[in-house]
């Protein structure tokens, strides 16, 4: 069975500083793609990032990026230069082949003025 | 605890008929959401609850949609008619407390042809 984890289930971060969250999953796919998901108080869900299991560079959007450990089945997610529009959930996501979709409990991220 | 439950997994119906997706949410918990995953669209919000009153349904897209939670431990989701076009992966989530932590259901995979 595929698994989810998000330990952090709140974190807070000064503006403008980095702040890391992590994600792990377990599986025994090899081909497989995962996801970061952006939930602000609005409730609407934004795709962060997205990252396929088969590349090994790790994805990039802006200032988000993420650290792929495939061996280690760890995801975490990094934000730089936060800003207060990054206070959400996120939510860690994996997704096989066979286009199902397995969501962690999600992080809360509070960016603190 | 049994998690989330969604029922059924797997619909495959035909155009113009009424499709009803059911959720079961964690017992305790006082928010229920409703989510669609496409991959054209990502995962949608379509509707949350409060205590079992529904708090924005603006993601609904249209007025074939409609959702009911009738207690604290049922939730329907009920598309009439389906078209095609609705073909999806529906996700329930629940969580206890506004912002916190939101466990996912296994969802329903629908199929309208």
């Known amino acids: 069975a595929q698994t989810v984890t998000q330990s952090q289930p709140e974190m807070s971060v000064q503006e403008a500083e980095t702040v890391t969250l992590s994600c792990t999953y377990d599986?025994?796919?090899?081909?497989?793609?995962l996801f970061w998901y952006k939930q602000p108080p609005s409730r609407q869900m934004i795709l962060v990032i997205r990252?396929?299991?088969?590349?090994?560079q790790n994805a990039t959007e802006n200032r988000f990026s993420v650290n792929f450990q495939k061996a280690a089945k760890s995801f975490s997610l990094k934000i730089s230069d936060s800003q207060l529009g990054d206070t959400a959930m996120y939510f860690c996501?994996?997704?096989?082949?066979?286009?199902?979709?397995?969501f962690g409990t999600g992080t809360s991220l509070t960016v603190i003025p | 605890d049994a998690g989330v439950i969604q029922s059924p997994r797997h619909e495959v119906t035909e155009m113009g008929q009424e499709v009803t997706l059911r959720c079961k949410p964690i017992s305790g918990h006082d928010y229920l959401f409703w989510y669609r995953q496409t991959m054209m669209r990502g995962l949608e919000l379509l509707i949350y609850f409060n205590n079992n009153v529904p708090i924005d349904d603006s993601g609904m897209p249209e007025d074939r949609f409609s959702a009911k939670m009738p207690n604290a431990s049922f939730s329907t989701l009920k598309i009439q008619p389906s078209e095609p076009r609705d073909s999806a992966v529906y996700f329930c989530?629940?969580?206890?407390?506004?912002?916190?932590?939101?466990?996912f259901g296994p969802g329903t995979r629908l199929t309208v042809l």
């Open positions: 599986t025994s796919e090899s081909n497989y793609y």
């Open positions: 996501a994996f997704m096989k082949l066979e286009y199902q979709f397995y």
């Open positions: 989530a629940s969580s206890a407390g506004q912002y916190n932590e939101q466990f």
């Open positions: 990252q396929e299991a088969y590349k090994q």
